[in-house]
């Protein structure tokens, strides 16, 4: 299953809303995980099942989406927030990453 | 509170086996709740899921690695091991070991990644 990321980068401002999304090529219901990746650190773990925010992270973030389209949203970025972010696809092996969105400082 | 580090050689000869180890304190590698995988980033690239292992060693694999790769886990030592064969420059990444949370959810499973390790480079060059 592929996972196609839009956009590949933005960039934005702190305080601004920002949406990502993430289409499938096919449906995976709300097989669904987003990470948040740090230049040089490991992804971190924001959402899994399309919408559930994982334990300590931030109530700004959240997640939506069920079938093959899905987002990501920040609901007011902050400067910590400046990162790549990654969906995956938990629904079939072998579990697939999307290419990426690098949310940069405008 | 959980810890995964990755061990071993950061630079491998083409053609030869990269091999890695990866340590787990803090938790047990036996627990039902989960599974433990290898995921890799090329410089500059997006994330790629190897393969994974549950504790009782049943496995899965990435289909296009499949034939070179091999993972296991030693409950003893509390680790899990990647064995990636016939490396290529293609095969240069950082290599992160991961713990994968299995929750019971729909239809079947859901399974992701919770905790990464910090992630070792691996360059595959003569």
């Known amino acids: 299953i592929q996972l196609t990321q839009s956009p590949s980068s933005l960039s934005a401002s702190v305080g601004d809303r920002v949406t990502i999304t993430c289409r499938a090529s096919q449906g995976i219901s709300s097989y669904l995980a987003w990470y948040q990746q740090k230049p040089g650190k490991a992804p971190k773990l924001l959402i899994y099942?399309?919408?559930t925010l994982q334990s300590g992270v931030p109530s700004r973030f959240s997640g939506s989406g069920s079938g093959t389209d899905f987002t990501l949203t920040i609901s007011s970025l902050q400067p910590e927030d400046f990162a790549t972010y990654y969906c995956q696809q938990l629904n079939t092996y072998p579990l697939t990453f999307g290419g990426g969105t690098k949310v940069e400082i405008k | 509170h959980l810890q995964l580090q990755e061990s071993g050689p950061g630079l491998v000869k083409p053609s030869e086996t990269l091999s890695l180890t990866c340590n787990v304190s803090?938790?047990?590698?036996?627990?039902?709740?989960?599974?433990w995988g290898w995921i890799r980033q090329p410089p500059g690239k997006g994330l790629e899921w190897i393969a994974s292992v549950f504790y009782s060693g049943r496995t899965f694999f990435n289909p296009s690695l499949k034939s070179r790769v091999t993972i296991s886990v030693d409950t003893s030592k509390n680790q899990f091991s990647l064995k990636l064969s016939s490396v290529t420059a293609a095969d240069t990444a950082v290599y992160y070991c991961?713990?994968?949370?299995?929750?019971?959810?729909?239809?079947?499973?859901?399974?992701?990644?919770?905790?990464w390790g910090q992630g070792t480079l691996v360059t595959v060059s003569s």
């Open positions: 991961a713990r994968l949370n299995v929750l019971t959810f729909l239809e079947w499973p859901l399974v992701f990644v919770d905790y």
């Open positions: 803090g938790g047990s590698i036996s627990s039902s709740a989960y599974y």
């Open positions: 099942a399309a919408s």
